[in-house]
């Protein structure tokens, strides 16, 4: 079945340091992909999503692209900050459902 | 547009006793969603109603029900509450079921049970 398997945390870096957090991805047809944060007490948002391949999404300095060839969906950013701490979650689309992976914890220290 | 919400916040239970965990949107969504999250294991489907009238077993569903009481809630119900079940669980909606085209999730901010 679908499934989504991403980089386990947590991570730690210094502010203004790169990102990337890895993302794969099982699908039979041609899922959506998605980015979510949750920030500490709160619910996931959406950061980003790519429908199709070779797609780039990207918000607030994050970009990811949807890679059908290494079935791959990594997140990067360029300069981390303390504001960007916080729970990533990649995420595929498929059937009647949406799959997550587990989830890698991000702290940024000044 | 106050988009996904959930009610209560917070709950402490006993074990066996029951509640239930209510959702509603307003974003005119057809799906809706139900997960549980808990630490290291990300987020587990329990139910999901992929239209107003349906509803269906996700990943999890053993010791809960759900109702679809029309197109803007649906409610989680523990008839008998576990320790097993302490988590935080969110509600969710999308326009329409999980693979359609540019399709994506809405949350709630969720709700924190502790079963005793």
């Known amino acids: 079945g679908d499934s989504v398997t991403q980089m386990e945390g947590p991570v730690t870096l210094s502010e203004e340091a790169f990102l990337t957090i890895n993302c794969t991805y099982t699908a039979t047809g041609y899922p959506s992909l998605f980015w979510y944060v949750q920030y500490p007490g709160e619910g996931l948002q959406l950061l980003l999503k790519a429908t199709k391949a070779d797609d780039k999404g990207s918000n607030k300095g994050f970009e990811a692209t949807y890679r059908k060839e290494t079935t791959s969906f990594h997140l990067e950013k360029g300069s981390v900050q303390v504001s960007d701490s916080a729970v990533y979650f990649c995420a595929l689309s498929g059937g009647n459902q949406f799959y997550f992976g587990t989830g890698t914890s991000l702290t940024v220290i000044p | 547009n106050a988009g996904v919400t959930q009610t209560p916040k917070f709950q402490v239970l006993k074990t066996g006793q029951s509640m239930t965990l209510q959702c509603a949107q307003d974003m005119n969504h057809n799906s809706m969603y139900w997960y549980r999250q808990d630490p290291g294991m990300g987020l587990r489907l329990i139910y999901y109603s992929a239209s107003e009238g349906t509803t269906d077993k996700g990943e999890v569903p053993n010791g809960y029900n759900v109702s679809r009481l029309n197109k803007r809630e649906f409610s989680l119900r523990l008839e008998s509450a576990a320790p097993s079940q302490t988590s935080v669980y969110f509600c969710?909606?999308?326009?329409?079921?999980?693979?359609?085209?540019?399709?994506?999730?809405?949350f709630g901010p969720g709700t924190r049970l502790t079963v005793l």
């Open positions: 969710a909606s999308s326009e329409v079921p999980g693979g359609a085209l540019r399709n994506e999730q809405f």
